[in-house]
Nanobody, 119 residues
Framework: QVQLQESGPGLVKPSQTLSLTCTVS??????????WHWIRQPPGKGLEWIGS???????QYSPSLKSRTPISRDTSKNQFTLQLLSVTPEDTAVYYC???????????WGQGTQVTVSS
């Protein structure tokens, strides 16, 4: 059973860098053909895709967030990390990590972590 767990600060000040980590258990992030995603949901809004990192380390990003959201991974810890640079209150959201399986569906999700940007 694959499990994903997000971790990071719940409160960040404007202009700071937010760093969130997704720790994966029950499966390797380097397993062929799986992609690992970051998705967020601002209060009262729908899900917003942020970006992803593949089993081989390739990354893709939302065009609207690309310059602010580098995604990296630590294969020795089976983790992948999202950094969100220069945060604003509009970045307040529940942040999720998820796995995309071979057919293109998200088959496993983390429980989500609330991030609030406020001074």
């Amino acid at each position: 059973q694959v499990q994903l767990q997000e971790s990071g600060p719940g409160l960040v000040k404007p202009s700071q860098t937010l760093s969130l980590t997704c720790t994966v258990s029950g499966g390797s992030i380097t397993t062929n053909s799986y992609y690992w995603h970051w998705i967020r949901q601002p209060p009262g809004k729908g899900l917003e895709w942020i970006g992803s990192i593949s089993y081989s380390g390739g990354t893709q990003y939302s065009p609207s967030l690309k310059s602010r959201t580098p995604i990296s991974r630590d294969t020795s810890k089976n983790q992948f990390t999202l950094q969100l640079l220069s945060v604003t209150p509009e970045d307040t959201a529940v942040y999720y990590c998820a796995r995309e399986e071979h057919g293109g569906l998200y088959d496993y999700w983390g429980q989500g972590t609330q991030v609030t940007v406020s001074s």
